[in-house]
């Protein structure tokens, strides 16, 4: 028999979990890559075991769904599951296949400087065992035959005056508090911002026991009616998205909650941290209509205007991107997939909110695709067809969600020349003024490295965008263009451009890195899969000590994951495959 | 000179600082960019304006005029206007000081005899004891064998530098174009009189390529090739700290690796902070083209080395990386003045790693070449005409090669001629040696 694939999914949410259980049915050999302790993501978002919950599911959809698909990959003998492990880099191998280094040229063992072959994906440069902001991790490295990449999107938050201040919580932020800790941010909370999502962050709020008094929309009532053709529900029911939107507008009802379409949050004020906060009626473009100011009482605020990719890694491994959705404003920028999810880059698939902000029935459906594609799956199974379908059904989604919540052009009225952009920096709107509107400042390295703004810990995640968006309407992209196109040896200009993906220590990043897993090991003639062997680096001759880390990660693993076994519960047209070796 | 036409080609700090001094020498000065000015290899380095890393020679005579040009230049800058006075508070210049710290007791005697022959030259190099060097840097390692005390030593935020350099440069006249590419030269009876860009020819006296480690393709387009080439660099840059390292700190083996021309990989430990509290950590030196791929092996080797010198920064988050490519010449000196073989065009390039802290100074010599007047230093030593940068055999007579045939430029306009292919050189950019006009 030939070796199973190795497949390596980054990212555990409800994306990378599909891509991972298809991936496994289709007969491959898995490596599940997640920072947190348990999959799940942002959208499954689980309790610490700490707090033991006797209904983890309470405040989640699609629970048992996804709790049973959990159980399977995790206890999959094939299956990896690396939690708190970090891709803090990739690495991409030459193009004429000689292997990522000449052997020697960079000190680096020999085994590390073996050949590749072409057409590889990057090379994972990995943390293990601890969080994202953790210390002591080990540095490992894992070459897989196809990497799936599943990382997710964050929320993203407009500035405005105020923005800055203690209890001002992004949306995301604001729920996986209440999500995953149970905490409230405040007892009085405004939700605003734009799209669908305000109402399950509104929801999570109520349930855990906050006083919502309004949810704003900043679409106008003509924009989201436009976008939906006003026939959301029924689009939405195709992916199960309805019920969860239904029970959230319950709850916002039961609740009394006041949901108000064209309006924001324009301001925020309070000494020291939000005391109050004025919202304001907005034109279709988002410009704020003059008179329409009102002043409301909070304690909290949790601001939401849609999401943004996390394109890091793909950037990193050098993934075509496609351009913004028409209405868009701003870097709507996602990873270029073909039918079956892959990328520019031979051997790189993508999935879930990577390539288009469609929700989690959408994401699933593409990481499945995604990972029986990576594993070698045939084209043409039925399954493959149902998720396709699926997923096709996910994009149209995706496509209404951005026609009917379109960031309006006109925020950046909103903004005076003290409020601050950048939050890590404390950059403010006067000196980015001024720097795009200097002849000799404004590209956007140079604007960068003058106002700092985006040099900060969140190295731009949360003003990136912003501040892209900014530059473009002084110099009018077209004019300006060329500044950013790429140069042999000068990277083009993306605020997602972050050769160093996830903070790693001086220390962490001093010590060597070990092969996780050589996937040059293939699996011995007549041994059956599922072989605890197939886990253990096959260089633990070489390094002992590697490898009995190894092992033991791989102990701690199992020991985590459910000892149900799921062969056969899987209907994959190549099982034929693993008996017939 | 009043009239004459200058086209500065690369708006990084060398072309900002070479377009201010011929500007403010009343020349009509346009620079010209393909890309957005100082968004390369300015903006991609750390900000060196150094004297403690150079050996007695001409480019420590170089460097000695660029530290006692920055403050003349920058004060000149802000008395212009409260806007360019802000400006050069964005400069961050820091006269900081260099410590250069020996680890081995090889080290310690090379760095003892290398301030010796520095202090000849009238650069202040000042022996530290373990006491004053922990004075001055807490964090240092005690296990060091010498350290010297550079207070010369300064530093910049160098895409700042390049835009003071550069808005002044307009103030006094000139004009910037960028986002437009150079595609071709046009010679008349072997003299450069134009460079054909995408949108049309612009017609000049006097061209200076100041394109650093482009220059090499960009002579090579012009149909003069001189051996520049790029030379990668990687720093690492930690979440902000408190005060921790005070001067630039470095290796005493950075010297060695600066003046080495090996292609393989050479690290060294630089350490310093910057404004914000970031402290910024190289040195790698990789001679691979313009292969701009993260090599995170590089980057450990750099992250071990910056530990031997500072062992308690192995807890400090690095939240990113960059790396860029300096103008190396195999002699490790600028090439600064006139092509001797294509009249019209001039050179002012090759710093490899010290282009921020030599630019003023370069720019200087330029106008002192242009305009005829008695250079401020020996410009000899940064002549095209030598051997490592037209190859063997230059020093007596540069012998024509067949990519540049001069032949061609003594016909006249090549408009004509070059038409048809100028849409070939837009599709192979990345393969400029065959890119050369009139080919």
Same mark, same amino acid.
């Given at each position: 028999m030939t070796a199973a694939r190795h497949v390596a999914v980054v990212g555990a949410g409800p994306a990378g979990l599909a891509a991972a259980h298809a991936a496994l049915a289709a007969g491959a050999r898995v490596t599940l890559i997640d920072s947190a302790e348990q999959p799940g993501g942002q959208y499954h978002r689980t309790l610490p075991e700490a707090y033991a919950a006797e209904r983890p599911g309470e405040l989640q959809h699609g629970w048992s769904a996804f709790e049973r698909r959990r159980r399977q990959v995790l206890a999959h003998p094939r299956c990896t599951w690396l939690p708190e492990t970090s891709v803090w880099a990739l690495e991409r191998p030459d193009q004429d296949g000689e292997g990522t280094e000449r052997p020697g040229r960079l000190q680096e063992r020999p085994d590390q400087a073996r050949k590749r072959s072409v057409g590889a994906p990057p090379r994972l440069h990995l943390l293990c065992g601890g969080p994202v902001d953790g210390s002591g991790r080990t540095r490992r490295t894992l070459d897989a035959d196809a990497l799936v990449l599943a990382t997710g999107a964050h929320d993203r938050v407009l500035p405005f005056p105020g923005w800055q201040l203690p209890g001002v919580y992004s949306a995301g932020a604001a729920q996986a508090l209440a999500k995953g800790e149970r905490v409230v941010v405040g007892d009085r909370v405004v939700v605003a911002g734009s799209g669908p999502f305000l109402l399950p962050v509104a929801a999570s709020l109520l349930e855990a026991g906050s006083r919502v008094r309004e949810v704003l929309e900043?679409?106008?009532?003509?924009?989201?009616?436009?976008?939906?053709?006003?026939?959301?529900?029924?689009?939405?029911?195709?992916?199960?998205?309805?019920?969860?939107?239904?029970?959230?507008?319950?709850?916002?009802?039961?609740?009394?909650?006041?949901?108000?379409?064209?309006?924001?949050?324009?301001?925020?004020?309070?000494?020291?941290?939000?005391?109050?906060?004025?919202?304001?009626?907005?034109?279709?473009?988002?410009?704020?209509?003059?008179?329409?100011?009102?002043?409301?009482?909070?304690?909290?605020?949790?601001?939401?205007?849609?999401?943004?990719?996390?394109?890091?890694?793909?950037?990193?491994?050098?993934?075509?991107l496609r351009g913004e959705q028409p209405g868009r404003g701003g870097t709507g920028e996602f990873v270029a997939v073909d039918d079956e999810q892959r990328t520019s880059v031979p051997c790189v698939f993508a999935a879930g909110e990577i390539t288009g902000i469609a929700g989690a029935p959408a994401a699933c459906a593409e990481g499945a695709v995604a990972g029986w594609t990576a594993a070698g799956g045939a084209p043409s199974v039925q399954p493959l067809r149902v998720l396709r379908r699926s997923r096709d059904q996910g994009r149209a989604f995706a496509r209404r969600l951005a026609r009917a919540h379109p960031v309006g052009a006109g925020w950046p009225g909103w903004l005076r020349l003290d409020t601050v952009v950048c939050r890590c920096e404390e950059t403010d709107y006067r000196a980015l003024c001024e720097?795009?509107?200097?002849?000799?400042?404004?590209?956007?390295?140079?604007?960068?490295?003058?106002?700092?703004?985006?040099?900060?810990?969140?190295?731009?995640?949360i003003c990136g965008p912003t501040v892209t968006e900014l530059r473009d309407r002084f110099a009018g992209r077209a004019a300006d263009g060329p500044a950013e196109r790429p140069a042999d040896g000068l990277p083009a200009a993306t605020p997602h451009r972050r050769p160093i993906a996830q903070p790693i220590r001086l220390g962490e990043l001093a010590s060597p890195a070990a092969a996780l897993i050589d996937d040059e090991q293939h699996l011995p003639e007549g041994e059956q899969l599922g072989d605890a062997s197939d886990q253990i680096p096959s260089d633990s001759k070489q390094r002992p000590s590697a490898s009995d880390q190894t092992r033991t990660e791989d102990e701690q693993t199992r020991s985590r994951g459910e000892p149900t076994h799921i062969e056969g519960e899987q209907s994959h047209p190549d099982s034929e495959q693993e008996s017939d070796s | 000179m009043n009239g004459t036409r200058v086209v500065v080609l690369g708006a990084g700090i060398v072309g900002a600082a070479c377009a201010r001094e011929l500007a403010l020498a009343g020349l009509e000065v346009t620079v010209l +960019?393909?890309?957005?000015?100082?968004?390369?290899?300015?903006?991609?380095?750390?900000?060196?304006?150094?004297?403690?890393?150079?050996?007695?020679?001409?480019?420590?005579?170089?460097?000695?005029?660029?530290?006692?040009?920055?403050?003349?230049?920058?004060?000149?800058?802000? +008395?212009?206007?409260?806007?360019?006075?802000?400006?050069?508070?964005?400069?961050?210049?820091?006269?900081?000081?260099?410590?250069?710290?020996?680890?081995?007791?090889?080290?310690?005697?090379?760095?003892?005899?290398?301030?010796?022959?520095?202090?000849?030259?009238?650069?202040?190099?000042?022996?530290?004891?373990?006491?004053?060097?922990?004075?001055?840097?807490?964090?240092?390692?005690?296990?060091?064998?010498?350290?010297?005390?550079?207070?010369?030593?300064?530093?910049?935020?160098?895409?700042?530098?390049?835009?003071?350099?550069?808005?002044?440069?307009?103030?006094?006249?000139?004009?910037?174009?960028?986002?437009?590419?150079?595609?071709?030269?046009?010679?008349?009876?072997?003299?450069?009189?134009?460079?054909?860009?995408?949108?049309?020819?612009?017609?000049?006296?006097?061209?200076?390529?100041?394109?650093?480690?482009?220059?090499?393709?960009?002579?090579?387009?012009?149909?003069?090739?001189?051996?520049?080439?790029?030379?990668?660099? +990687?720093?690492?840059?930690?979440?902000?700290?408190?005060?921790?390292?005070?001067?630039?700190?470095?290796?005493?083996?950075?010297?060695?690796?600066?003046?080495?021309?090996?292609?393989?990989?050479?690290?060294?430990?630089?350490?310093?902070?910057?404004?914000?509290?970031?402290?910024?950590?190289?040195?790698?030196?990789?001679?691979?083209?313009?292969?701009?791929?993260?090599?995170?092996?590089?980057?450990?080797?750099?992250?071990?080395?910056?530990?031997?010198?500072?062992?308690?920064?192995?807890?400090?988050?690095?939240?990113?990386?960059?790396?860029?490519?300096?103008?190396?010449?195999?002699?490790?000196?600028?090439?600064?003045?006139? +092509?001797?073989?294509?009249?019209?065009?001039?050179?002012?390039?090759?710093?490899?790693?010290?282009?921020?802290?030599?630019?003023?100074?370069?720019?200087?010599?330029?106008?002192?070449?242009?305009?005829?007047?008695?250079?401020?230093?020996?410009?000899?030593?940064?002549r095209v005409d030598r051997p490592a940068v037209l190859g063997p055999g230059s020093e007596h007579g540069w012998a024509p090669s067949p990519t540049a045939e001069p032949r061609q430029r003594d016909t006249g306009p090549l408009q004509q001629d070059t038409g048809p292919q100028e849409q070939q050189h837009r599709g192979e950019e990345q393969e400029p040696e065959q890119n050369q006009e009139g080919t």
């Open positions: 900043a679409g106008t009532p003509g924009t989201v009616a436009r976008g939906w053709s006003g026939r959301p529900w029924e689009l939405a029911s195709q992916l199960g998205k309805a019920a969860e939107l239904k029970d959230c507008a319950a709850a916002l009802a039961r609740h009394r909650v006041p949901y108000r379409l064209g309006r924001a949050v324009v301001e925020a004020r309070g000494a020291g941290r939000v005391e109050e906060i004025v919202t304001a009626r907005l034109r279709p473009d988002w410009s704020v209509v003059p008179g329409t100011e009102r002043t409301v009482t909070v304690d909290a605020l949790c601001v939401g205007h849609g999401f943004s990719p996390q394109l890091e890694l793909p950037v990193a491994a050098g993934c075509a720097a795009f509107t200097s002849a000799a400042e404004s590209a956007p390295r140079v604007a960068k490295l003058g106002t700092r703004a985006g040099l900060g810990p969140c190295q731009a995640r | +960019d393909r890309g957005g000015p100082g968004a390369a290899t300015t903006s991609h380095g750390e900000g060196n304006v150094l004297v403690s890393d150079k050996a007695p020679g001409p480019e420590l005579r170089l460097a000695q005029l660029s530290r006692r040009l920055w403050p003349e230049v920058l004060s000149a800058i802000a +008395d212009r206007s409260p806007t360019a006075a802000r400006r050069v508070e964005a400069v961050e210049w820091h006269a900081k000081g260099g410590i250069v710290v020996a680890t081995t007791e090889e080290g310690a005697h090379g760095l003892t005899e290398f301030a010796a022959a520095q202090r000849e030259v009238q650069v202040r190099a000042e022996a530290l004891t373990a006491d004053a060097l922990r004075a001055a840097e807490p964090f240092v390692t005690p296990a060091h064998t010498a350290a010297v005390h550079y207070p010369e030593d300064a530093q910049v935020q160098p895409a700042g530098a390049a835009a003071a350099l550069l808005t002044d440069a307009l103030a006094a006249g000139a004009v910037l174009r960028t986002g437009e590419e150079v595609l071709a030269g046009v010679a008349r009876s072997g003299r450069l009189t134009g460079v054909r860009t995408p949108l049309g020819l612009l017609e000049a006296d006097l061209f200076v390529n100041a394109a650093g480690p482009w220059s090499g393709a960009l002579a090579a387009r012009l149909g003069a090739p001189v051996a520049v080439e790029p030379r990668r660099g +990687d720093v690492l840059v930690t979440t902000p700290l408190p005060p921790t390292v005070f001067h630039k700190v470095y290796d005493a083996d950075y010297v060695g690796a600066v003046g080495s021309s090996e292609e393989e990989l050479q690290t060294s430990a630089v350490v310093e902070s910057t404004r914000a509290g970031s402290v910024l950590i190289g040195s790698s030196r990789r001679r691979v083209g313009f292969d701009d791929r993260l090599r995170p092996e590089v980057l450990s080797a750099v992250a071990a080395k910056a530990l031997r010198l500072f062992p308690s920064l192995a807890g400090v988050p690095v939240m990113r990386a960059y790396g860029g490519f300096r103008p190396y010449v195999p002699d490790h000196l600028p090439v600064i003045g006139p +092509d001797p073989r294509l009249a019209g065009l001039w050179h002012a390039s090759g710093h490899e790693g010290a282009g921020i802290g030599l630019s003023v100074g370069t720019g200087r010599l330029l106008r002192n070449l242009v305009l005829e007047e008695p250079p401020e230093i020996d410009t000899h030593p940064f």
